[in-house]
Structure formats: structure tokens, C-alpha cells
């Protein structure tokens, strides 16, 4: 398989996490996407939606979205539930990070760390950042009660929630008021075959 990546994206970050926890070998290929590499002839030639992460499969097939690639590699696994209801509410909390989470927390942080300081888009980081707080105090109450998001077993819904929320500082954001989310971190943090976000294959 070979991955095409980029270091700083929690999205690519998910599939590399996935990845060193199934224990699969890859090959990266790294996209600089600062310097317009997602918008190569070459590139758009196998994501016509000029993003990353994309996945050459074994089969040499092309999967883009990373929530997509996710679910790909965990079919049969221990990271999808065997029950129609427990792959259902992953599913529910994967939609909920692309539409809930990843706009607010993931965009914060890239307007922060990669936009200079008198970028217009500055001027969205208070909604964004508003309403990524709301994203945080919904998963703050799913899990006051839980120790991960779906059955009490981690799984692919935690690996999604998880690539943006670890970061969540680097886009302005304050997990204090957050404690069952920060402990749930914690816990992630500590599943076998974990590996940090700056972490190559290797």
C-alpha cells in the first residue's frame, strides 16, 4: 500500500494511526499541501478533489477521505463493531467529526499555525473556535459515562475523534474545561501500537 500524506494533517495522522495499529507495512508518499502539492496534474490525476490523505491499495485502487480509508482497513477487524447498532453509532460519531468537529477544531488549527498573523481568515478563528467548543461539550457528555465513544471499546470512532482533539491547543483551544474528554485522551494515548502524530512508519 503506499500513503500519500502529509505530516501536519490529523486526517492523514488517523490513517497512520490506524495503520501502526493493525501492524500493516506502507510506503508514504509525502504532499507538501503548503506548496500546492494536492494541486499537481499528477495529483489531481488520482484525487480529483486535490486532498489528502489518499491510499493506493494493494489492488492499485485509489481511496480518497479519510474516514472512507478508515473503515476500509478496519473491516474485520477488532476497530469496527460486529453489531449493525455498533457499527451504526461509529459511523454517527465519524459524521459527527467531519461535520461537528473537523470544520471548527481541525480549521482553527490550520488557520493558526500555518496563515500568516494578518491573514483575513483570522477573522473567522472566534466562530470557529466558538463552535468547536460546542463539539467538545457534546463529546464532554457522551463521556462522563463512558471510557471510549461506542460499546466501551475503542474503535474507529475514537482513532476519528481523536487526530484533531490531541492538537486542539495548537488551533487556540483550552481542554481544562473538558475533563472527561482530556482523560479519554489519556486513554487513547495509552492503546497498543500507538503512535505520535510526527511518528514515521520505520
Known amino acids: 500500500m503506499r500513503l500519500y500524506d502529509n505530516l501536519d494533517s490529523g486526517n492523514c495522522y488517523k490513517v497512520r494511526l490506524l495503520l501502526a495499529q493493525l501492524g500493516r507495512e506502507y510506503e508514504v508518499v509525502e504532499v507538501d499541501t503548503d506548496k500546492g502539492g494536492t494541486r499537481t ?25 479519510s474516514n472512507a480509508i478508515l473503515w476500509y482497513l478496519a ?27 473537523e470544520p471548527y ?43 471510549f465513544f461506542v460499546d466501551d471499546t475503542y474503535s474507529l470512532a475514537d482513532i476519528a475523534l481523536y487526530a484533531y482533539s490531541h492538537v486542539a491547543d495548537q488551533g487556540g483551544f483550552d481542554l481544562a474545561p473538558f475533563p472527561a474528554v ?21
Do not use: C
Request: glycine fraction near 6%.
Open 182 to 202: 482530556s482523560r479519554w485522551l489519556e486513554r487513547v494515548a495509552a492503546q497498543p501500537g500507538y503512535i505520535t502524530m510526527t511518528a514515521r512508519p520505520g
Open 105 to 147: 477544531v481541525a480549521v482553527a488549527r490550520y488557520i493558526t499555525r500555518h496563515l500568516p498573523p494578518d491573514h483575513p481568515r483570522r477573522a473567522e478563528l472566534p466562530e470557529r473556535r466558538k463552535q468547536g467548543r460546542a463539539a467538545f461539550g457534546v463529546m464532554e457528555t457522551h463521556l462522563q459515562s463512558r471510557r
Open 41 to 65: 496534474p499528477e495529483f489531481l490525476a488520482i484525487n480529483p478533489n486535490g486532498r489528502v490523505p489518499v491510499l493506493e491499495t494493494d489492488d492499485g485502487v485509489y481511496l480518497a477521505e
Open 75 to 101: 473491516e474485520r477487524t477488532e476497530f469496527l463493531p460486529n453489531s449493525a447498532i455498533g457499527r451504526a453509532q461509529v459511523l454517527q460519531w465519524m459524521l459527527f467529526e467531519q461535520y461537528s468537529h
